[in-house]
T-cell receptor
Framework: GAVVSQHPSWVICKSGTSVKIECRSLDFQATTMFWYRQFPKQSLMLMATSNEGSKATYEQGVEKDKFLINHASLTLSTLTVTSAHPEDSSFYIC??????????FGPGTRLLVL | GENVEQHPSTLSVQEGDSAVIKCTYSDSASNYFPWYKQELGKGPQLIIDIRSNVGEKKDQRIAVTLNKTAKHFSLHITETQPEDSAVYFCAAGGGADGLTFGKGTHLIIQP
């Protein structure tokens, strides 16, 4: 149980295009999902907290107009990187909260912007 | 906000020996402390967690201890095996907030 999926697993795009990443909780309903970013050989940095049916809460320094988050249902949250640039290349990981504080992570999406 | 320090950054142990990774946190309001294992190119996998009302928790070869007064918690892996090689992250948090992660420990199990 407690499986979280992400799609796509990797994506290469041209600078200036937008990329959408999906995060799904497959066998449970998650009222809260989180989006993290991880650069090579570094730790996970929380980008935003996504609550079903409400606006996402962004961490300091994360541009909400650049990283659009939609949490339309209890099993799906999407992150759209708008007008992506090479510096946005990273490993994006979502997590879904099952019980209290317990978070289960997806497999991650590797984004490469050329 | 919360700040989590993790040590060591790299740990190399002989197969069969024990490994210990330590973390400290700064926010006394944090009450949830999970440990994650991350293999190359994959998402973190929850391996064990502890809440602030418990001092120690064990699951087979893995154990976690928590000292709330000193604000530190540790991961103990006994009888290490090659498949234990990975990057391990501690984290702290609680309530509605996301987790604050340590910088990670690269555990290398030497055959």
């Amino acid at each position: 149980g407690a499986v979280v999926s992400q799609h796509p697993s990797w994506v290469i795009c041209k600078s200036g295009t937008s990329v959408k990443i999906e995060c799904r909780s497959l066998d449970f309903q998650a009222t809260t999902m989180f989006w993290y970013r991880q650069f090579p050989k570094q730790s996970l940095m929380l980008m935003a907290t996504s609550n079903e049916g409400s606006k996402a809460t962004y961490e300091q320094g994360v541009e909400k107009d650049k990283f659009l988050i939609n949490h339309a249902s209890l099993t799906l949250s999407t992150l759209t990187v708008t007008s992506a640039h090479p510096e946005d290349s990273s490993f994006y990981i979502c997590s879904a909260r099952l019980l209290a504080e317990t978070q289960y992570f997806g497999p991650g999406t590797r984004l490469l912007v050329l | 906000g919360e700040n989590v320090e993790q040590h060591p950054s790299t740990l190399s142990v002989q197969e069969g020996d024990s490994a210990v990774i330590k973390c400290t946190y700064s926010d006394s309001a944090s009450n949830y402390f999970p440990w994650y294992k991350q293999e190359l190119g994959k998402g973190p996998q929850l391996i064990i967690d502890i809440r602030s009302n418990v001092g120690e928790k064990k699951d087979q070869r893995i154990a976690v201890t928590l000292n709330k007064t000193a604000k530190h918690f540790s991961l103990h892996i006994t009888e290490t095996q090659p498949e234990d090689s990975a990057v391990y992250f501690c984290a702290a948090g609680g309530g509605a907030d996301g987790l604050t992660f340590g910088k990670g420990t690269h555990l290398i199990i030497q055959p």
